[in-house]
T-cell receptor, first 115, second 114 residues
Framework: GAVVSQHPSRVICKSGTSVKIECRSLDFQATTMFWYRQFPKQSLMLMAT?????????EQGVEKDKFLINHASLTLSTLTVTSAHPEDSSFYICSARDQRWTEAFFGQGTRLTVV | AQSVTQPDIHITVSEGASLELRCNYSYGATPYLFWYVQSPGQGLQLLLKYFSGDTLVQDIKGFEAEFKRSQYSFNLRKPSVHWSDAAEYFC????????????FGAGTRLFVKA
């Protein structure tokens, strides 16, 4: 299958600071990328969908000014958690798909801890 | 909107016993269905997927899942569970009319007892 790399795998930041998470497709063109959040012992909830070169589409209830998504190239999307607070601590997972495919491939996830 | 239901929050199975994890989806046309497994603190691993064709899909580790259109189900089975199968299992659906988003069920935590 195709490979999606997410970085960093773990990050700890101070409350009030911003943190950026990268999602890269290593061997295909990711025309669409998805960002998910997973709280402990819960399922993955879709936060937003981004198409290369376009603004991201956010799911209901997700603050677009807090979770900035950039998808400027066919291999890279970034999620920036701005002014992070402890309640933003979570596991963030990205996935990516080529427009020719039905299936998206998932990154390894990023564990964000805000202290 | 499409949704996925996994009615069992957790299941405990004895090692060597058979396993069935239930999954139901709500979607009108033929969905694309997936089972993923997640170990604690880890990312997702794809177990099985169904797009079309043979309604029974299998993997090399002994897992199988069967698509039953009339029941809107895609249950996961394994004839003999190993202790290493203990993990969280997520059923998911993708629809081509939903922007190809992957929608996950709530997950079923599998415990394996010796």
């Amino acid at each position: 299958g195709a490979v999606v790399s997410q970085h960093p795998s773990r990050v700890i930041c101070k409350s009030g600071t911003s943190v950026k998470i990268e999602c890269r497709s290593l061997d295909f063109q990711a025309t669409t990328m998805f960002w998910y959040r997973q709280f402990p012992k819960q399922s993955l909830m879709l936060m937003a969908t981004s198409n290369e070169g376009s603004k991201a589409t956010y799911e209901q209830g997700v603050e677009k000014d807090k979770f900035l998504i950039n998808h400027a190239s066919l291999t890279l999307s970034t999620l920036t958690v701005t002014s992070a607070h402890p309640e933003d601590s979570s596991f963030y997972i990205c996935s990516a798909r080529d427009q020719r495919w039905t299936e998206a491939f998932f990154g390894q996830g990023t564990r964000l801890t805000v202290v | 909107a499409q949704s996925v239901t996994q009615p069992d929050i957790h299941i405990t199975v004895s090692e060597g016993a058979s396993l069935e994890l239930r999954c139901n989806y709500s979607y009108g046309a033929t969905p694309y269905l997936f089972w993923y497994v997640q170990s604690p603190g880890q990312g997702l691993q794809l177990l099985l997927k169904y797009f079309s064709g043979d309604t029974l899909v299998q993997d090399i580790k002994g897992f199988e899942a069967e698509f039953k259109r009339s029941q809107y189900s895609f249950n996961l089975r394994k004839p003999s569970v190993h202790w290493s199968d203990a993990a969280e299992y997520f059923c998911a659906v993708v629809s081509n009319t939903g922007g190809f988003k992957t929608i996950f069920g709530a997950g079923t935590r599998l415990f394996v007892k010796a």
